[in-house]
């Protein structure tokens, strides 16, 4: 059983998900929060597997209850997924790097919401290729320092440090296989052991790092 927590200050959004969720044989919601503090108090008493966070919220907002959540070593096991009313929410970036395992739009398909907290509990990334892309071409546009290279990869193999950088521009396992002329198999244990030597909970704390150790650039050219 998939043990769920709602946050997000509308009853109404609440409701709706809730009887979708406790609609499965296999996914119940075990709490619910109307804001940020509440999802930080309820997730360390129910200790869910997924959170599903809205990021505005009154008081403690979203991106600071997920940092709180994913820090708390009672609640490793936790996944969180940011919902936002757009795409490309502006915190999104934010809230990867504080360890979010990806983003849902709210005006997501009953079926797709599903699957996606199956996916979460599962231990993947909610965030394709097509979306790491984009958001990470709407972060690149925006006015920061350049990243700078660090010695936090320095306990990868050189294939690991490839693997790492095709992840970071946005490729599946399957492309990356196809790139590096390997199987699927081997592409996804390079990745697997990329996440550990760097702690990386999931893929999506990959794409943050590839850019954070300047191991992937943003291709200004490109105006994606």
């Known amino acids: 059983m998939i043990r769920v927590l709602l946050a997000d200050d509308q009853a109404l ?14 996914i119940r919601v075990v709490a619910e929060a109307g804001d940020g503090a509440e999802a930080v108090r ?10 599903l966070m809205d990021i505005r919220m009154p008081g403690v907002d979203g991106l600071e209850a997920a940092g709180r959540i994913l820090a708390e070593r009672a609640l490793e096991r936790t996944r ?10 502006e915190y ?10 990806g983003f849902l739009v709210k005006d997501t398909e009953p079926g797709d919401l599903l699957q996606a907290v199956r996916v979460v509990h599962g231990g993947e990334a909610l965030l394709s290729p097509g ?19 660090s010695t936090r990869l320095n306990g990868l193999t050189e294939r690991e440090r490839e693997v790492v950088a095709l992840v970071g521009e ?7 296989a196809a790139r590096l002329v390997v199987s699927p198999a081997t592409a996804k244990t390079h990745v697997s052991r990329a996440m550990v030597k760097l702690g990386a909970r999931d893929r999506a704390q990959l794409v943050v790092i590839a850019y ?3 191991l992937v650039t943003p291709q200004w050219s490109r105006g994606e």
């Open 92 to 101: 999104i970036f934010e809230a990867l790097r504080a360890g979010a395992s």
């Open 170 to 176: 946005g490729l599946s396992n399957e492309e990356i």
């Open 80 to 89: 969180v997924v940011i919902l936002t009313t757009f795409d490309l929410d």
């Open 212 to 214: 954070e150790t300047a």
């Open 42 to 51: 309820l997730a360390r008493e129910e200790l869910p597997d997924v959170v």
């Open 131 to 149: 979306v790491t892309r984009r958001l990470i071409a709407d972060y690149a546009r925006r006015p920061r320092s350049a990243p700078q290279p």
């Open 13 to 26: 959004v609440r409701a709706g998900f809730r009887a979708l969720l406790d609609s499965t044989p296999d």
